[in-house]
C-alpha cells in the first residue's frame, strides 16, 4: 500500500467515526435559510459589474441540483463502495451544497453548479472505470466535493484531511515549511522565491532553479499547491530533490532535519529596521513587535525608519493584517469587510498609538504578495504612512472562511470581499507601488533594482532601492538623487 492510500484508508476511518452525527456532518451549517437582502444582491450586482442572474434561486431549484449530484455521483459509485461509506460521503457533499447556499458571498446558480460538477464527476469515472478500486471511490468522492468547492470562485477549495490537517497546523506555527515559493512554467516548477531561513535554501536550492523529482515523485505531473505541501512534509527525511539548474540536471540531497520557517524575520541594517514577515500567523501582530524589539527597538534619535518586506507573502488571517496595518497608524479606518448578509460586514479602524513613533517605513511588495498581506500594503498607503516599492500585489480582496466536514476535511468558501480605506475594492486590483521596481508600470515612477547604491552585506538589489526610498525620505528624492532612472 502506497503512502498516498494509507492516508486515504485513514480518512476513510475518520468519516465513519463521526457517521452517527453525519446529519449535519458540518457543525458551522446554519439551520435557517439567511434571507435575500435587497442591499446584499446590489452589492453582487456590482461585483460582477450586473452579471449576475436575476433573483433568488428556489429551495425547489437547490434540492433538484443536490439531487442531481448525488444521482451522478451514486452511479459510479454503488457497486464500489459499502453502504455506510457513502451515507457519509453523501451526507458530506450534501453539507457542501448547503454551505455555498447560505454562506458564499455570491453563491452561483444552482444549474452552472450541477453542470460543472456533473461533467467532472463523469470524466473522472471515465478516465478511471478500467481500473475502477476502493482508492478510485475515495478519489470520485474528492473529486466531486473539489468541484462543488471550485464552482463558487477560483479561491474557494476542498481540502481533503491530510492536506487540511497540515494547513491548520501550519496556521498555528506547528507545521514544517519548505522555503520556497513556486510558479509554473512551460509545465515545470520554477522556484520564484526563497526564504534564508527553509530548508530548500540551506540544502543549496537556488533562485530560478527548476523542481523536477523528490525521490521517486516527478513534481511536473502535480500542482503547485499539492508540489508545495509534498515539499513540506519531507522535512526531516533524508530524500534527495532533482533539480535543473541551466542545462545541468542533478540531485541534491536534503538536509537531514526539521525545518520550521519561522513566520517573520529580523535585523538592523545601519539604522533600519528591517522585517520580513512570511505569512500571517495567529500571533502575527505580536510577531511584529517582537522583531522590532529584537531589531534594537524604535528611537527617533538612532532609527532611520522601518523597511517591512512583504515579498511572497500569500496572507494568512485577515484580522492579524488589519491588526498590523493598524499598528504603524494612529486611528482611522484600515479595511472594510462586505458580507453577503449586510449585519456581518464590518469595519476595521486603529486605535491611537504609531508602534513605529512616526518614523518612516517602506513597504516591499511583489506579484506573490496577497490577502492579508494587501490590506497592511493597501492601508498603509492610502493613509500616507508607507511608501510602497516593488511590483504590483497579486489583486486577492476576498475573504475565504474554513467550514470543517468532520473527519472528511474541510472546505474554503469565499465569504467576503475587502475595501481599501480608500473605497476602492482589492479584488482584481492589486496594490500598485509609488515606485516600481523593473518594467516600467502604467505611468507610475519606475526604476531598475539595479540601478539602487549598492550598500555593504546586502546582496538584495529590491533591498537596497527600500533602505535608498528611506533614506531619501520621499520618492521623488529618490529619483532624483537615483544614478541610473529607467
Known amino acids: ?19 452517527a452525527s453525519a446529519l449535519p456532518v458540518c457543525g458551522l451549517l446554519r439551520a435557517q435559510t439567511l ?49 455506510i461509506e457513502n451515507a457519509v460521503r453523501r451526507s458530506v457533499l450534501r453539507s457542501i451544497v448547503s454551505l455555498i447556499r447560505h454562506e458564499s458571498f455570491d453563491p452561483p446558480p444552482p444549474d452552472v453548479i450541477v453542470i460543472s460538477v456533473i461533467g467532472k464527476i463523469e470524466q473522472f469515472a471515465q478516465e478511471t472505470r478500467a481500473q475502477f478500486s476502493q482508492d478510485a471511490v475515495i478519489n470520485l468522492f474528492e473529486v466531486a466535493a473539489a468541484a462543488l468547492a471550485e464552482s463558487v470562485d477560483s479561491y474557494s477549495q476542498f481540502i481533503p484531511p491530510f492536506e487540511s490537517a ?8 506547528e507545521a514544517f515549511d519548505f522555503g520556497v515559493r513556486l510558479a509554473r512554467q512551460d509545465g515545470e516548477l520554477r522556484v520564484r522565491h526563497l ?28 500542482d503547485i499547491e499539492d508540489a508545495a505541501l509534498l515539499l513540506d512534509a519531507v522535512a526531516g527525511r533524508a530524500v534527495s530533490l532533482r533539480i535543473r539548474r541551466g542545462a545541468r540536471v542533478f540531485d541534491l540531497p536534503l538536509l537531514p532535519e526539521a525545518a ?28 511584529v513587535e517582537r522583531e522590532i524589539v529584537f531589531a534594537g527597538g ?17 496572507g494568512g ?23 453577503r448578509d449586510p449585519l456581518q460586514s464590518v469595519t476595521y479602524s486603529a486605535r491611537p498609538g504609531d508602534l513605529a513613533n512616526g518614523l518612516p517605513i517602506v513597504l516591499l511588495t511583489d506579484e506573490f504578495t496577497a490577502s492579508a498581506a494587501e490590506i497592511v500594503a493597501a492601508a498603509l498607503q492610502d493613509h500616507r504612512r508607507a511608501m510602497v516599492v516593488g511590483r504590483p500585489t497579486r489583486g486577492k480582496g476576498t475573504v475565504q472562511t474554513r467550514f470543517e466536514l468532520g473527519g472528511a476535511g474541510a472546505v474554503y468558501l469565499t465569504t467576503g470581499r475587502f475595501a481599501r480605506p480608500s473605497g476602492a475594492w482589492l479584488q482584481k486590483t492589486p496594490v500598485v507601488p509609488d515606485l516600481t521596481l523593473g518594467d516600467p508600470g502604467d505611468g507610475e515612477p519606475s526604476i531598475s533594482p539595479h540601478s539602487c547604491p549598492d550598500l555593504p552585506d546586502i546582496d538584495d538589489p529590491w533591498l537596497n532601492c527600500a533602505i535608498a526610498v528611506l533614506k531619501a525620505g520621499s520618492i521623488s528624492s529618490f529619483l532624483g538623487t537615483s544614478p541610473r532612472r529607467q
Not at 497540515?166 to 506555527?173: D, I, P
Not at 526564504?195 to 502535480?222: C, E, F, K, P, Y
Open 195 to 222: 526564504a534564508g531561513a527553509g530548508l530548500a535554501a540551506r540544502s543549496g536550492v537556488l533562485m530560478d532553479d527548476i523542481l523536477l523529482a523528490i525521490g521517486n515523485v516527478t513534481l511536473s505531473d502535480l
Open 317 to 339: 488571517l485577515m484580522q492579524q493584517g488589519a491588526l498590523i496595518a493598524g499598528a504603524f497608524l494612529n486611528g482611522g479606518a484600515v479595511v472594510s469587510v462586505e458580507s
Open 1 to 19: 500500500m502506497t503512502t498516498r492510500e494509507r492516508i486515504r484508508a485513514v480518512s476513510v476511518l475518520l468519516m465513519l467515526v463521526v457517521v
Open 166 to 173: 497540515l494547513r491548520r497546523a501550519r496556521q498555528f506555527g
Open 35 to 83: 434571507p435575500d437582502n435587497a442591499t446584499a444582491r446590489r452589492s453582487v450586482m456590482e461585483w460582477h459589474g450586473g452579471a449576475v442572474h436575476g433573483g433568488a434561486d428556489s429551495e425547489a431549484d437547490w434540492s433538484r441540483a443536490e439531487a442531481r449530484i448525488l444521482h451522478a455521483y451514486d452511479q459510479n459509485v454503488r457497486f464500489h463502495a459499502s453502504s
Open 298 to 314: 524604535i528611537n527617533r534619535a538612532k532609527s532611520g525608519g522601518i523597511v517591512l518586506d512583504l515579498r511572497g507573502n500569500g
Open 260 to 287: 520550521n520557517l519561522p513566520a517573520s524575520s529580523s535585523r538592523r541594517l545601519a539604522d533600519v529596521v528591517y522585517i520580513r514577515l512570511y505569512r500571517f500567523d495567529t500571533d502575527a501582530r505580536e510577531m
